[in-house]
């Protein structure tokens, strides 16, 4: 299983950027799609998630500027960033709970590589 992350890049305040997340492997089902950020000498946060069902949630920090979806059975999930602020500056990773297929029904969490965001001002 494989979780492609791509995307990230360096910005202007205000400018817009969209992350993609790509699955890939053994997998029966993908239940829910998250992207989590760590900035430098903080703890990784949850920005926003997906489930399987089409409910999202999102960090106060976020709403309103940040929009999660996913398309292809949740293979496949984007967050479209917009009104970027410096504060939004970090790593991005997205994490996926799925089922690998041929084995037990149990949800497992898979995470991809981050993807640098730079916000500047």
């Known amino acids: 299983v494989q979780l492609q992350a791509s995307g990230g890049g360096s910005v202007q305040v205000g400018e817009s950027l969209r992350l993609s997340c790509a699955a890939s492997?053994?997998?029966?089902?993908?239940?829910?799609m998250d992207w989590y950020r760590q900035a430098p000498g903080k703890q990784r946060e949850l920005v926003a998630a997906?489930?399987?069902?089409?409910?999202?949630t999102y960090a106060d920090s976020v709403k309103g500027r940040f929009t999660i979806s996913g398309d292809n059975a949740m293979f496949r999930a984007y967050l479209q960033m917009n009104s970027l602020k410096p504060e939004d500056t970090a790593v991005y990773y997205c994490?996926?709970?799925?089922?690998?297929?041929?084995?037990?029904?149990?949800?497992?969490?898979?995470w991809g590589q981050g993807t640098q965001v730079t916000v500047s001002s």
């Open positions: 994490k996926a709970g799925l089922v690998v297929g041929g084995g037990k029904l149990r949800t497992t969490d898979y």
């Open positions: 492997g053994n997998i029966f089902r993908i239940d829910a």
């Open positions: 997906i489930s399987r069902g089409g409910t999202t």
